[in-house]
Nanobody
């Protein structure tokens, strides 16, 4: 199983980016998916989660600005990011978990519960 993330780049504050994560292998239909971000010296933090059936959840810091979605036909998860702020600057990672089935915060936000990770894509928001 491999996760290939793409779509990062440099954007001005207030702009938009769309990240994509394509999964090879046969796990997509039963994979719980998450997007995380990480800045130097800090732990990875979750910014979006989506269940196998498409239910989503976000932390307050990004709610209303980020939208996660999944395209089963393409084995791809997207992260649409609007109204970007300089504090959104980070490396963004997609992750897949085969043993998470709901949005319970304790289980579905813990990075160690995700089995597969993409390589990360840099997002830089200039002020």
């Amino acid at each position: 199983v491999q996760l290939q993330a793409s779509g990062g780049g440099l954007v001005q504050a207030g702009g938009s980016l769309r990240l994509s994560c394509t999964i090879s292998g046969s796990i997509f239909s039963f994979a719980f998916m998450g997007w995380y971000r990480q800045t130097p010296g800090n732990q990875r933090e979750v910014v979006a989660r989506i269940t196998q059936s498409g239910i989503t959840d976000y932390p307050d810091s990004v709610k209303g600005r980020l939208t996660i979605s999944r395209d089963s036909a393409k084995n791809t998860v997207h992260l649409q990011m609007n109204s970007l702020k300089p504090e959104d600057t980070a490396v963004y990672y997609c992750a897949a978990a085969v043993a998470i089935t709901d949005l319970d915060v304790t289980t579905s936000t813990a990075a160690e519960r995700y089995n597969y990770w993409g390589q990360g894509t840099q997002v830089t928001v200039s002020s």
